[in-house]
């Protein structure tokens, strides 16, 4: 089985190991711009949405110049709803519009734009930033999980971060869901990488299936 399970992990890595952010174009980074757009893909991807098309909508957010807080607080909410619906999130574009200049005035008033004083804030523990990343408007524990998955990358006190999304994943591919057994199958990848494969086996089934075939 362990042999199996580990077909199955670099299989799926080979094909599916890239995190969310680097398929928005975001380079991460422990400063605030690349934090902040972390935070909108994260509000982004946790709507019933495609996650190709959240992907499109950040990077649409980004090209309009709406790239921190400052700048999408400052933006015309029609200017929000646009750049939305220039990457194809229309059906909740209104709505997000309106959470995102309200959760950009949040992020510069309470932590001066910048989610390091948000971490900060928590004191290094875990429970503590999922909480206060739903106090952002259109942040919820989905959007919460979705945001440490992806910032374990910089943010080392929150990882390995494998929530109930990936472990649902890695049981489609029929393995473990013990996130330490899972850590060892992945060898050195880094945990926001194995998370992120894992979410898109349990968003899309054909990721499982391939990989599955693959490692057979």
């Known amino acids: 089985m362990n042999d199996r399970a580990r077909r199955v992990v670099g299989e799926l890595l080979s094909a599916h190991g890239r995190t969310y952010a680097e398929e928005a174009g975001i380079r991460l980074r422990d400063t605030p711009q690349p934090l902040y757009r972390l935070q909108v893909l994260s509000l982004l991807l946790s709507a019933r949405i495609r996650a190709s098309v959240a992907v499109a909508a950040a990077r649409a957010l980004h090209e309009a110049g709406l790239r921190d807080p ?7 909410w029609q200017d929000r709803v646009d750049a939305l619906g220039r990457g194809g999130y229309r059906r909740y574009d209104e709505r997000t519009a309106t959470q995102l200049g309200d959760g950009a005035k949040l992020l510069t008033e309470r932590w001066g734009g910048d989610l390091r004083r948000l971490r900060a804030e928590a004191g290094g523990g875990v429970p503590a930033l ?8 259109g942040v919820g524990p989905t959007g919460a999980d979705i945001f440490l998955r992806e910032v374990q990358r910089v943010w080392p006190e929150a990882a390995p971060y494998l929530d109930a999304k990936a472990l649902s994943g890695a049981e489609r591919l029929g393995l473990p869901k013990d996130p330490d057994r899972l850590l060892k199958l992945a060898g050195d990848t880094e945990p926001a990488v194995l998370a992120a494969a894992l979410v898109r086996a ?3 089934e054909k990721v499982a299936e391939d990989s599955l075939r693959r490692s057979a």
Do not use: F, K, T, V
């Open 70 to 76: 400052r700048r999408m607080a400052g933006a015309g």
């Open 130 to 137: 999922r909480r206060l990343l739903q106090e952002i408007p």
């Open 202 to 204: 349990a968003l899309d």
